[in-house]
């Protein structure tokens, strides 16, 4: 398990984001750049994002991939220019550690559903759950829950799931990278505790349902805490309280107030390979047109970067880059 991954815990509580019929207009700011939120419990990751879109005055912000309101930990926000690359984040690979109750079984598959399954899970043994994990590491086929953002002819399943209404999903097929056991507790309601790290798509609550399943008990998650997703860890985390707090000791406000606590626009693609171009080069990028570089370059995305900056993604293609999400900047 690697060393940054944290445990289980509950983060003090939040403030709730005005309302826009009671917050006071504020001057926004076309900031850009990606912050790493500890998500609060309790809260949605939308609703995580307007606090902190608020507190930094940002024009433009989203958020790259939601996680529970029962979920804590990474979350990262993008904001302005650096919203066109949370596609990239959005399909990296994760990492968790979550606590799952195998005895009880939930319509949700965590602790906010309805108790459809009770068994008795005393017989179960701590190498018997181990052996069992092993069952769902590699490549797998998952059902996702109805209880997820997913959508049915435009349709979140979670929307139909609360009118109690079941929709037949395909199988995905996703990747267990780990999954590990970190702690057991023997019981009618056994507690075990995991850390999984996986490919985008996956679902916890998924793992924590077939796993009871596999065991004969059922099972769902009672805790569940991101430690990383894509490049960024727990060690990266800035909390609401602190955002809170930094702003608070800086009035009054002022954009680069919010740059200071931002990451470069394109600190969740550092993997992407780079290319030097020159300011001719980027002229014609700028105009979406192809250019030729003076080296052979492997298919696929680069970052282009002018004078060590930043100024967009590419598809390379031999020595042949095509423009594809640039950098707006200011004349």
């Not at 690697?2 to 403030?15: D, F, H, L, R």
């Not at 069952?135 to 086929?141: A, H, L």
């Amino acid at each position: 398990m690697p060393s940054n991954a944290t445990s289980v815990q509950t983060p003090p509580p939040v403030k709730k984001t005005p309302s826009r019929l009671t917050q006071p207009k504020i001057t926004r700011y076309p900031v850009s750049g990606v912050l790493v939120l500890n998500k609060p419990l309790g809260l949605s990751s939308n609703g995580a994002l307007q606090r902190v879109k608020y507190l930094l005055r940002a024009k433009k912000a989203g958020h790259t991939g939601a996680l529970d309101p029962l979920a804590t930990g990474v979350l990262p926000l993008c904001f302005g220019e650096a919203t066109k690359y949370s596609q990239y984040l959005l399909d990296s690979e994760k990492a968790y550690e979550s606590e799952f109750i195998l005895g009880v079984a939930t319509s949700s598959g965590d602790v906010d559903g309805d108790v459809i399954q009770e068994s008795d899970a005393s017989a179960l043994t701590e190498q018997q759950v181990a052996a069992t994990l092993e069952q769902f590491k590699g490549d797998i086929e998952q059902i996702p829950p109805m209880h997820s953002a997913l959508k049915h002819q435009g349709q979140p399943l979670y929307k139909l799931a609360r009118q109690s209404i079941e929709i037949e999903r395909r199988p995905r097929s996703i990747s267990i990278y780990q999954f590990d056991l970190l702690g057991f507790s023997p019981g009618k309601q056994a507690r075990v505790r995991v850390y999984v790290r996986c490919s985008k798509g996956s679902y916890i609550r998924c793992l924590a349902r077939d796993l009871g399943e596999a065991l004969g008990v059922g099972g769902h998650v009672s805790a569940l805490h991101r430690t990383a997703a894509g490049p960024f860890h727990a060690a990266d985390m800035l909390s609401i309280p602190q955002i809170e707090e930094i702003v608070e000791q800086n009035q009054p406000f002022t954009p680069e107030l919010a740059l200071q606590l931002l990451r470069p626009v394109d600190a969740g693609i550092k993997h992407i390979p780079e290319v030097e171009v020159d300011d001719a080069a980027a002229a014609e990028l700028r105009l979406g047109r192809k250019i030729t570089l003076s080296e052979q370059v492997s298919k696929g995305p680069v970052r282009v970067m002018l004078r060590a900056a930043f100024i967009g993604i590419a598809e390379a293609d031999g020595q042949v880059i095509q423009p594809k999400r640039l950098v707006v900047t200011p004349d």
